[in-house]
């Protein structure tokens, strides 16, 4: 898409969007040790805690099992009605697509629907390997259609998938491009200010530790804090774009190790409040 096609999606007015800030996950056991939660705090008490400081949360759990509608009943109940949650799209559906994916989603319809007055969006988060192939176009076009009612946010992890027609396609659909923040890996899908969908942006704070990335653990990739002038940065360059072409954004920090994530979300939010 080019930056003359990008200018129809401004939004009237070219006022700075309201934005939700919080992080990806907020059930850590490390928060206490690190003091973001008061010590002897117990994961089912977390979620009304993170809720005094943050009013929106990106679900980690849904990408590692299937959602149930039980669950998420019980976990709306601790959260204030104003509370917005995002959702992963669960892994048997992006990375482990060994079972059937039409009963797969057919599962997670079902178990999502309770949140569906508080949800944000469902974030269809791909392998680095899903490249811009044509099985995999097809598979992705199947999950769109077949998701088609809940707000939809796709973050892409190869580099191929980076071209016009592809953004002009989620355009077409409606579906929210995640912009990511993210070390500079080759072959990663690059940070990008477009907007696909006017109704809602979506950027997600994965880090810069490129050596975590490249080792292959999980607490090395996102271990990492962003300087204040780093997202000083980030905000004249990206945010404040993606804010002028959208009606609301939210905004998650997946760099979890020892709360670095809800010490740079509330950083930012004091940044946007300047």
């Known amino acids: ?18 934005v939700l800030i919080g992080t990806s996950g907020y059930s850590y056991t490390e928060w206490v040790d690190s003091g973001f939660y008061p010590q002897g705090t117990r994961t089912p ?21 299937m959602v149930r509608a039980e669950a998420i009943s019980r976990m709306i109940a601790r ?24 009963q797969e989603l057919k599962l997670y319809r079902e178990g999502i ?10 974030l269809i988060q791909l392998p ?34 980076a071209r016009d027609s592809v953004f002009a396609e989620l355009v077409q659909r409606k579906v929210t491009l995640v912009t990511v923040d993210a070390p500079p890996v080759p072959g990663l899908f690059p940070c990008l200010d477009i907007v696909t969908n006017p109704e809602l942006f979506f950027v997600r704070f994965h880090g810069r530790n490129m050596q975590g ?18 997202l000083k940065e980030w905000n004249q360059r990206y945010l404040q774009s ?11 920090f997946n ?18 409040q300047q």
């Not at 949360?57 to 099992?65: D, G, K, R």
């Not at 811009?132 to 809940?150: E, I, K, P």
């Not at 994530?261 to 946007?272: E, F, S, W, Y």
């Open 113 to 122: 629907k309770p949140l569906q007055k508080q949800l944000a969006a469902i």
């Open 1 to 18: 898409m080019t930056r003359d096609e990008q200018q129809t999606l401004h939004v009237q007015g070219n006022e700075l969007c309201p």
């Open 79 to 102: 959260a204030p009605e104003s509370f917005r949650f995002a959702a992963k799209l669960t892994r048997t559906l992006t990375h482990e697509r060994e079972r059937d994916w039409r």
């Open 45 to 65: 008490d977390m979620l009304p805690l993170y809720a005094c400081s943050f009013p929106i949360v990106e679900l980690n759990y849904t990408w590692y099992q």
């Open 242 to 252: 993606l804010r002028s072409r959208s009606r609301r954004g939210i905004v998650f």
């Open 128 to 161: 680095p390997g899903f490249n811009w192939s044509r099985n995999n176009r097809y598979y992705l076009a199947h999950l769109l259609d077949s998701l088609h009612g809940f707000p939809l946010a796709v973050e892409f992890r190869h580099v191929s998938w």
């Open 213 to 230: 990335w490249q080792s292959g653990n999980m607490q090395k990739k996102f271990d990492y804090c962003y300087s204040e002038e780093e």
């Open 255 to 272: 760099n979890h190790v020892r709360a670095q994530a809800p010490g740079n979300a509330k950083t930012l939010q004091k940044l946007l």
